[in-house]
Protein backbone atom coordinates (compact mmCIF):
# COMPACT_ATOMS: atom_id res chain seq x y z
CA UNK A 1 0.00 0.00 0.00
CA UNK A 2 1.21 3.25 -1.26
CA UNK A 3 0.20 6.75 -0.26
CA UNK A 4 0.67 10.07 -2.45
CA UNK A 5 0.48 13.38 -1.49
CA UNK A 6 1.42 16.12 -3.97
CA UNK A 7 2.54 19.62 -3.21
CA UNK A 8 4.23 23.00 -4.91
CA UNK A 9 1.41 23.94 -7.34
CA UNK A 10 0.36 27.27 -7.91
CA UNK A 11 -0.05 29.96 -10.04
CA UNK A 12 2.19 31.34 -12.45
CA UNK A 13 3.37 33.22 -15.51
CA UNK A 14 3.64 31.96 -19.33
CA UNK A 15 8.04 31.26 -19.28
CA UNK A 16 8.05 31.03 -15.45
CA UNK A 17 8.94 27.53 -13.41
CA UNK A 18 7.32 25.24 -11.21
CA UNK A 19 8.68 22.41 -8.69
CA UNK A 20 6.11 19.97 -7.99
CA UNK A 21 6.97 17.03 -5.06
CA UNK A 22 5.41 13.49 -4.16
CA UNK A 23 5.70 12.84 -0.80
CA UNK A 24 4.95 8.86 -0.85
CA UNK A 25 4.63 6.65 2.42
CA UNK A 26 4.86 2.72 2.28
CA UNK A 27 7.62 0.50 2.09
CA UNK A 28 7.22 -0.60 -1.34
CA UNK A 29 8.11 3.15 -2.48
CA UNK A 30 11.21 2.57 -4.19
CA UNK A 31 9.97 -0.63 -6.01
CA UNK A 32 7.48 1.48 -7.91
CA UNK A 33 7.49 3.05 -11.34
CA UNK A 34 6.47 6.49 -10.42
CA UNK A 35 4.11 8.83 -13.13
CA UNK A 36 2.89 12.29 -13.14
CA UNK A 37 -0.33 12.84 -15.14
CA UNK A 38 -2.66 15.96 -15.67
CA UNK A 39 -5.78 17.04 -16.04
CA UNK A 40 -7.76 20.08 -17.52
CA UNK A 41 -11.06 21.18 -17.04
CA UNK A 42 -13.15 19.44 -19.60
CA UNK A 43 -10.53 16.84 -20.74
CA UNK A 44 -8.91 13.54 -20.07
CA UNK A 45 -6.18 12.25 -17.41
CA UNK A 46 -3.17 12.68 -19.59
CA UNK A 47 0.44 11.12 -19.12
CA UNK A 48 2.96 13.67 -17.99
CA UNK A 49 6.22 11.96 -17.17
CA UNK A 50 7.05 8.28 -15.40
CA UNK A 51 10.31 7.31 -13.92
CA UNK A 52 11.53 3.72 -12.98
CA UNK A 53 11.91 2.57 -9.90
CA UNK A 54 15.98 3.16 -9.76
CA UNK A 55 15.54 6.27 -11.81
CA UNK A 56 17.46 4.91 -14.88
CA UNK A 57 14.66 5.21 -17.23
CA UNK A 58 12.17 7.80 -17.63
CA UNK A 59 9.68 8.97 -20.62
CA UNK A 60 7.71 12.31 -21.34
CA UNK A 61 4.78 13.31 -23.00
CA UNK A 62 5.83 14.91 -26.34
CA UNK A 63 4.40 18.18 -25.27
CA UNK A 64 6.41 18.93 -22.49
CA UNK A 65 9.50 16.56 -23.47
CA UNK A 66 12.51 19.53 -22.93
CA UNK A 67 10.76 21.72 -21.00
CA UNK A 68 9.84 19.04 -17.72
CA UNK A 69 12.58 16.82 -16.00
CA UNK A 70 11.15 13.97 -13.51
CA UNK A 71 13.02 12.59 -10.75
CA UNK A 72 13.26 10.96 -7.50
CA UNK A 73 14.72 10.39 -4.14
CA UNK A 74 14.04 7.03 -2.91
CA UNK A 75 16.06 7.61 0.35
CA UNK A 76 13.33 10.07 1.10
CA UNK A 77 10.58 8.61 -0.91
CA UNK A 78 9.67 11.32 -2.80
CA UNK A 79 9.13 12.17 -6.40
CA UNK A 80 9.87 15.58 -7.97
CA UNK A 81 8.61 17.44 -11.47
CA UNK A 82 10.86 20.30 -12.48
CA UNK A 83 8.67 22.28 -14.64
CA UNK A 84 10.24 25.14 -17.05
CA UNK A 85 9.02 27.36 -19.82
CA UNK A 86 5.83 26.69 -18.88
CA UNK A 87 2.91 27.51 -21.40
CA UNK A 88 -0.57 28.51 -20.36
CA UNK A 89 -1.86 25.16 -22.01
CA UNK A 90 0.31 23.24 -19.08
CA UNK A 91 -2.48 24.67 -16.76
CA UNK A 92 -4.26 21.21 -14.90
CA UNK A 93 -4.47 19.72 -11.91
CA UNK A 94 -1.67 17.31 -11.33
CA UNK A 95 -1.10 13.82 -10.06
CA UNK A 96 1.59 11.82 -9.30
CA UNK A 97 0.29 7.77 -9.45
CA UNK A 98 2.54 4.98 -8.28
CA UNK A 99 2.72 1.40 -9.29
CA UNK A 100 4.93 -2.04 -10.02
CA UNK A 101 5.12 -1.57 -13.44
CA UNK A 102 7.98 -1.78 -16.37
CA UNK A 103 7.23 -1.80 -19.59
CA UNK A 104 6.83 1.81 -21.54
CA UNK A 105 3.35 1.36 -22.50
CA UNK A 106 2.43 0.65 -18.88
CA UNK A 107 4.43 3.25 -17.28
CA UNK A 108 2.20 5.78 -19.82
CA UNK A 109 -1.08 4.18 -19.05
CA UNK A 110 -3.38 6.00 -16.43
CA UNK A 111 -5.26 3.17 -16.18
CA UNK A 112 -2.23 0.84 -15.13
CA UNK A 113 -1.64 2.73 -11.62
CA UNK A 114 -3.36 1.63 -8.80
CA UNK A 115 -1.98 4.78 -6.41
CA UNK A 116 -2.66 7.97 -6.68
CA UNK A 117 -2.15 11.59 -5.10
CA UNK A 118 -5.42 13.87 -4.55
CA UNK A 119 -3.72 16.48 -7.11
CA UNK A 120 -1.91 19.80 -7.32
CA UNK A 121 -3.45 22.95 -9.24
CA UNK A 122 -1.63 24.17 -11.53
CA UNK A 123 -2.33 27.32 -12.99
CA UNK A 124 -0.20 29.13 -15.78
CA UNK A 125 -1.27 32.74 -16.72
CA UNK A 126 -0.45 34.60 -20.46
Known amino acids: QVQLVESGGGLVQAGGSLRLSCAAS????????MGWFRQAPGKEREFVAAISWSGGRTYYADSVKGRFIISRDNANKKVYLQMNSLKPEDTAVYYC???????????????????WGQGTQVTVSS
Open 97 to 115: AADDLSTLPTMMGRYEYAY
Open 26 to 33: GRTFSSYT
